[in-house]
């Protein structure tokens, strides 16, 4: 069995001045455009993992968006997960579940779990890791990165 912990990185873009997009809580003058972006909880535990099945983890991650402007859609990405040894996962065996996604989808690239918006909303996580009969038993760990793109 492979025990699967996500430690959590955010990533923030800002491009042209159409607002600032700011990992964590943002400390800004009043008025001033802004994006922040936190996670609950900080450490994500997968659970453990069966061979070779695809394993519905009961992990829930809330993004909380904080927003006084627009900004445009928010991407989850992942690490390979690693053991101590350099075994990894890769992120292709690794699903999210957003309410944009439609159901689970692959991290093997970037997944929009957010649609262009304005204002404060909070965004509800799940995720399936797949088993593998060829990794050893064992724990695992990667990270999860937020990037916040910027409008259209």
């Known amino acids: 069995m492979k025990k699967l912990v996500m430690t959590l990185t955010m990533a923030a873009v800002l ?3 159409t607002g600032i997009a700011q990992a964590g809580h943002p400390v800004l003058p009043m008025g001033k455009p802004f994006v922040s972006l936190s996670v609950t909880p900080d450490k994500l535990d997968l659970g453990t993992v069966p061979y070779g099945d695809i394993y519905d983890t009961t992990a829930v991650l809330t993004v909380k968006v ?17 053991n101590d040894v350099g075994v990894s996962i890769s992120p292709k065996r690794i699903f999210v579940k957003a309410p944009t996604t439609g159901g689970f989808v692959p991290m093997a690239k970037p997944v929009a779990i957010s ?8 965004i509800k996580l799940n995720f399936k890791v797949q088993g593998d009969f060829q990794k050893p038993a064992g724990k695992y760990t990667g990270t999860l990165i937020f990037t916040i793109m910027p409008p259209p």
Do not use: F, W
Not at 69 to 81: A, E, P, Y
Not at 115 to 122: A, E, L, N, R, T
């Open 66 to 82: 904080r927003s006084n402007c627009r900004h445009g859609r928010i991407l989850v990405s992942s690490t390979n997960l690693k």
């Open 115 to 122: 649609k262009v918006m304005k204002g404060s909303h909070d």
């Open 15 to 17: 491009i042209g001045g």
